[in-house]
């Protein structure tokens, strides 16, 4: 089966690239749709080592280009960030004219009500629904919060290298259930929801666990022998958290990363949206019951890998570019 990726060398499209890679039934042959300016990043270079093939795409470019590039390609699958998202409408127009036979477009996220919880989730909902008024054959697949955003902080600073966002707020009681996974396990869940008829034109949820803010404290705790540090914040605060950023300017990076904050706080903490019973509810089919014999890696094994120094954490090389771009001006 032949698949286009757009978005490989980023921390979803990694994962997804191993698992079709590491993929015996079906084999995958993987081709990497990789703006112009990238090509000789080291990630791309790594990626052609690996046997995926390497090309140039401008998704802003000529349609007729993307449409010459995804020729004889099965699926087309994007893992692009927010700043590509409204990118994926021509690639989609590309893919529908090439007659691809599936698109997975970004979400790769958390269960939420398809508008005005998440602005994310918003513009995803775009796309989606640019792909369904052009009939092309989709499949959503949503997989929980990553295991490697969800510890909080230890005061003994010993986990601090696998640490992005540390997440030491407890937000509402801290009893509500969320969905989690190993981000290294998404492309496993992937390899086998793309080449299943059952999940064409559906959406799906794969994750592994499902579990509140207070046990995955109380986890760590007990794997770590220390007690950690936590900052309560209430419904109250969220909502105002939320109304404060959303007044601020959304073009600013910064504005726009403090209301994904406050509003996944809400979203997975506080109105519990990140669960396989809403997501049922919302239409989702749920990879345990298509796949059971199909598990990821346990959040126990993850933090005792933190706890152990081998863990690796997410975005190092989106912080080395940023750190190469900003020594250079
Ligand atoms: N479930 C969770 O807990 C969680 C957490 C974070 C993100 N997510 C979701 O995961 C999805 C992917 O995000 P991510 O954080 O994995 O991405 P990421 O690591 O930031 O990587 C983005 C990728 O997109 C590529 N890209 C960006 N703009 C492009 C363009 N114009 N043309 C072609 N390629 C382009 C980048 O390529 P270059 O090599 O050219 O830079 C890179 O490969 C999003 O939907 C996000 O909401 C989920």
């Known amino acids: 089966m032949k698949v286009a990726i757009v978005g490989a060398t980023g921390e979803t499209g990694s994962s997804v690239v191993k698992g079709l890679l590491e993929s015996t039934d079906p084999k995958y042959e993987i081709t990497a749709l990789t703006r112009p300016a990238s090509l000789q990043k080291p990630g791309v270079l790594q990626l052609a080592a690996k046997g995926v093939t390497v090309v140039a795409a401008d998704l802003e470019g000529p349609e007729e280009e993307l449409v010459k590039l995804l020729a004889g390609i099965d699926v087309v699958i994007s893992t692009v960030d927010a700043y590509a998202f409204m990118a994926q409408i021509p690639l989609a127009n590309a893919a529908e004219t090439a007659g691809v036979k599936r698109f997975i477009p970004c979400f790769f996220a958390t269960v939420t009500p398809p508008t005005g919880i998440l602005t994310l989730r918003d513009q995803k909902e775009v796309v989606l629904n640019h792909i369904k008024k052009i009939h092309l054959p989709y ?5 929980g919060w990553w295991f490697q955003l969800t510890l909080p902080r230890l005061a003994s600073g010993r986990i601090d290298y696998a640490l992005i966002m540390p997440g030491n707020i407890i937000a509402g009681d801290g009893d509500v259930a969320t969905a989690l996974t190993d981000i290294r396990d998404i492309g496993r869940y992937v390899a086998r929801i793309i080449s299943d008829p059952r999940t064409v034109n559906a959406m799906v949820f794969s994750y592994t666990e499902l579990l509140s803010q207070n046990q995955v404290f109380q986890l760590l ?23 404060e950023a959303e007044s601020g300017d959304p073009s600013n990076p910064l504005t726009y990363a403090k209301i994904a904050q406050f509003q996944y706080l809400n979203s997975r903490y506080i109105r519990g949206d990140n669960t396989p019973e809403y997501a049922r509810y ?46 250079s001006s």
Do not use: F, H, W
């Open 282 to 327: 919302l239409g989702y089919k749920d990879a345990k019951e298509l796949y059971p014999d199909l598990t990821g890696n346990s959040l126990e094994s993850y933090c005792q890998e933190v706890l152990d120094g081998t863990a690796k954490g997410v975005y190092d090389r989106k912080r080395a570019e940023a750190a190469a771009v900003s020594r």
């Open 221 to 243: 705790e007990k794997l770590s022998g220390e007690t950690i540090d936590r900052t309560n914040m209430s419904k109250d605060a969220i909502e105002a958290g939320i109304a």
């Open 139 to 143: 499949t959503i697949i949503d997989v």
